[in-house]
Nanobody, 121 residues
Framework: QVQLVESGGGLVQPGGSLRLSCVAS????????VAWYRQAPGKQRELVAS???????NYADSVKGRFTISRDNAKNTVFLQMNSLKPEDTAVYYC???????????????WGQGTQVTVSS
């Protein structure tokens, strides 16, 4: 059973920074694409950033130049570095990963439980 656990959320002032982490554990052969999503109250969940296994990245326009997604394959960990945070970045942030359990299996998508990020003075 694969599990994703996020950490690093919290309360930060506008202009501040946070780094979110997401650790994958369980029976895994390969982690393919990884991503961070967020969901603000009353809004739909939206893609924040994604990164393929080859290193290609994609960012929402609202976070380009401020957020950076990275991964440490040796530690099965995905990071989201968030700089110059704004009140509109306030949301629950979710880690998502497409993971292949074995060489013979197709990949499946897994979600973390979410971590709250609040940007407020």
């Amino acid at each position: 059973q694969v599990q994703l656990v996020e950490s690093g959320g919290g309360l930060v002032q506008p202009g501040g920074s946070l780094r979110l982490s997401c650790v994958a554990s369980g029976s895994m052969f390969r982690i393919n694409e990884v991503a961070w999503y967020r969901q603000a109250p009353g809004k739909q969940r939206e893609l924040v950033a994604s990164r393929t296994s080859s290193g290609s990245t994609n960012y929402a326009d609202s976070v380009k130049g401020r957020f950076t997604i990275s991964r440490d394959n040796a530690k099965n960990t995905v990071f989201l570095q968030m700089n110059s945070l704004k009140p509109e970045d306030t949301a629950v942030y979710y880690c998502y990963a497409r993971i292949q359990g074995s060489p013979m299996q197709s990949e499946w998508g897994y979600w973390g439980q979410g971590t709250q990020v609040t940007v407020s003075s």
